[in-house]
C-alpha cells in the first residue's frame, strides 16, 4: 500500500513537471530555447515578442515544419516581406529566395522610411523582423539548414553592433514597432509594445531578454 502511494505521489510530481515545462515553453520562458547552442538561441531571441505571439512554443527548437493553418498564415506574409509574388508556388520560392535574401535582408523594413522615423528604432524593428521571416521561411522548407543560420547570425552581429543590451534593443524595437504602425501597417503580432512590457521582460528572470548576456560572442558559424 505504502509503495503504491509512493508511486502515485512520483507520478503526481512528474505531471505536475511536465505541465509546467509545457507552459513555460508556451509562454517563451528561457527553457524553450534549444536552438542547438547559446549564439543560436540569442539570434532568434531576438524576434522573440512575436514568435511567441505567432505560435504556440514560438521557434526556437527543432523545427518540424510548420501545419497546414501555421503555413497559410505565414506564407503570404512571409513572401511580401522578403519581395516575392505570393502566386509564386513553393518550388518557385525554393529556387529565388535564397538570392534575394542574400541581396536583401540588410534592407528589408529599412529602405522606405518616411520622415520623421528614428532611423536607430527602425533598425531594431528590422532586426527582429529579419529574423523572424527568415526562420519562418526555413519553417515552410523554402531556405536550407546552413544558409538560415548564416543570414541569422549576421543579423544578430548587426543588432549587438547597434546596441548595447537587450534593454536598448527592447525600447528601440518598441519605438519601431510603434511608428511602423503609425502608417496603417500591421502583422501577426497585431498590437503595439510599451515600454512598459520591455521593462518588465528586462527584468524578469526566466525571460531570455534578461537571461541571456547580451555581450554573448557571437560567430556567423557557431558549432551546434
Known amino acids: 500500500m505504502i509503495f503504491l502511494l509512493l508511486l502515485a505521489f512520483v507520478f503526481w510530481l512528474l ?5 509546467n515545462l509545457k507552459e513555460a515553453k508556451k509562454r517563451g520562458d528561457m527553457v524553450s530555447y534549444e536552438a542547438g547552442s547559446p549564439e543560436r538561441n540569442w539570434a532568434l531571441a531576438l524576434a522573440h515578442p512575436m514568435a511567441y505571439h505567432a505560435m ?3 521557434f526556437a527548437c527543432e523545427l518540424h515544419g510548420a501545419d497546414e493553418a501555421l503555413a497559410r498564415q505565414l506564407r503570404p506574409m512571409v513572401l511580401h516581406h522578403l519581395g516575392l509574388r505570393t ?8 529556387q529565388q529566395l535564397p538570392d ?5 535582408w540588410f534592407m528589408l523594413d529599412l529602405q522606405r522610411l ?25 519553417l515552410l522548407d523554402w531556405v536550407e539548414e546552413e544558409p538560415q543560420w548564416d543570414l541569422l547570425m549576421l543579423n544578430a552581429q548587426r543588432a549587438q ?9 527592447g525600447q528601440a524595437y518598441a519605438q519601431g514597432r510603434a511608428q511602423w504602425l503609425a502608417q496603417g501597417r500591421a ?11 520591455v521593462d518588465q521582460w528586462v527584468s524578469e ?12 560572442p557571437l560567430s556567423a558559424r557557431p558549432t551546434a
Open 56 to 58: 504556440q512554443g514560438g
Open 161 to 169: 553592433q547597434c546596441f548595447d543590451s537587450w534593454r536598448s534593443f
Open 114 to 138: 518616411q520622415r520623421g522615423d528614428d532611423p536607430r528604432a527602425a533598425m531594431a524593428f528590422a532586426c527582429a523582423r529579419v529574423t523572424f521571416f527568415v526562420r519562418s521561411a526555413r
Open 205 to 216: 528572470a526566466k525571460h531570455p531578454w534578461h537571461a541571456m548576456d547580451w555581450g554573448l
Open 100 to 104: 534575394a535574401l542574400r541581396q536583401r
Open 15 to 19: 505531471q505536475g513537471g511536465f505541465q
Open 187 to 197: 502583422d501577426l503580432l497585431g498590437k503595439t509594445v510599451t515600454t512598459e512590457e
Open 87 to 94: 502566386d509564386l508556388s513553393d518550388a518557385q520560392v525554393r
